[in-house]
């Protein structure tokens, strides 16, 4: 009996101790922050204490009721950008950045539906760490997966209360990985997770599918000519330039056909958004870069006057902030910002949205997800993959043939045909249900980013999936 009330005790004190951070991680007010009613929380959870790795999050308690409301992890690709950068500060977390340092209302914040969780997903990336250097060059899908898996694990030890909850898992481009990767740990590790959902924004679920989807979104938007779509069909395809171009050497067939694209595709126009505006310097230079395949172009800026010409610039015509990323990225490297999140820089200089991508095995990429997403599905997950259809990096295309296919593959009919869905009386894109788990929807209009290209868009379908309930 005493050996059982010592073990009972520790737990209890484990478990009081991880309470007591979670109140040291709760945040007074962020600087510039416009007062509101609900609670947030940052800071870092520990999940391999040997190595010394944390990894830090940023949790917003929904605007109202949170007691009520599910509970949704957000994690952004990159692989090894941050989920606090990107998802919750650029795209739909309570907050933006506005030029003159101050934080304004996001009205169209996924906050107003769930409690939200941002992960900055692997070590290395934004705020998160490893004490242990040699990590950096290990880092692969099944390390983030498991990492993740503790995260959540010991963030529940925090957060007791919302261990119970419904909990859903959603994630961008690379999150095509990450997402149903940790979903598949949740179900097979047997623990009552309470796991709902997953869905998945503009994903990498199968390189040669996915990626060759550009090449006839290049020619149907009018990017490239037909001569040169002739080119990427017959001498070398876009999965091809993708190989060679992450293995740091074009061939002579495919370097030739990189030219001809390039040529005719100039760097003002983004591909993540081809239809968008981009973010100038008053020199009329883009300062957007491509650090990582299959992330938006963030900018590492190598002086203060570049920052300042670029937040000079005006919003577009739809009144979206063409530079919130590089407003991000300055609100995020100030001191007072990073007190107030409880963040730190561990062996950086400076917070980056993305990690610089050198340490990641770049054979992951090719390793297809859509087996597992089939796998959840049969688990009675439900599954969305969603897509902005102005995103010639993954096409909607692509998403929706590894869909079919796998609707297919799984015995599932149509249960909801291909059908136009409504927001704010207009239509918001194009939906298919297939049996009662699997969805594809596209967002009209929407980047790769399509929280950020049409928020309110993206809130609308957001809280259809939370509801269960098809998009009409």
Known sequence: MEAQSWIIMVVLSATFMQICRAV???????????????QQYAGYVIVDENQDRALFYYFVEAESDPASKPLVLWLNGGPGCSSVGAGAFSEHGPFRPSGGGSLV????????????????????????????????????????????????????????????RDLFITGESYGGHYVPQLAFLVVKSGLKFNLKGI??????????????SEGDFYLSHGLISSPTYELLSAVCNTSQLWRENIAGHFSAACSEV????FSEIPHYIDLYDVTANVCLSSGGSLLGVHNNPLTPRFQFFSSAESMQEALSQPKDQENIDLCVQEETFVYLNRKDVQ?????????????????????????????????????????????????????SVIPFTGSRTLVDGLAKKLGLNATVPYTAWFEDKQIGGWTQVYGDLLTFTTIRGGSHMAPFSSPGRALALFAAFLSGKPLV
């Open 258 to 261: 990189n030219d001809a694209v």
């Open 24 to 38: 040291d991680d709760k945040i007074l007010s962020l600087p510039g922050q416009p007062r509101v009613s609900f």
């Open 105 to 164: 209302r996001n009205d169209y914040s996924w906050n107003k539906e769930a409690n939200m969780l941002y992960l900055e997903s692997p070590a290395g990336v934004g705020f998160s760490y490893s004490a242990n250097k040699s990590f950096y060059d290990l880092v692969n899908d099944t390390i983030t997966a498991q990492d993740n898996f503790v995260f959540l694990q010991n963030w529940f030890l925090k957060f007791p209360e919302y261990k119970n």
């Open 199 to 212: 869905a998945l924004g503009n994903p990498l679920m199968e390189f040669s599918t996915d990626l060759n």
């Open 339 to 391: 007190e107030a999140l409880h963040a730190q820089l561990v062996g950086t200089p400076q917070w980056g949205f993305c990690s610089g991508y050198a340490y990641y095995d770049r054979r992951n990429l090719e390793i297809p997800t859509i087996d597992v997403v089939g796998s959840l599905v049969s688990s009675g997950i439900q599954v969305l993959v969603y897509s902005g259809d102005q995103d």
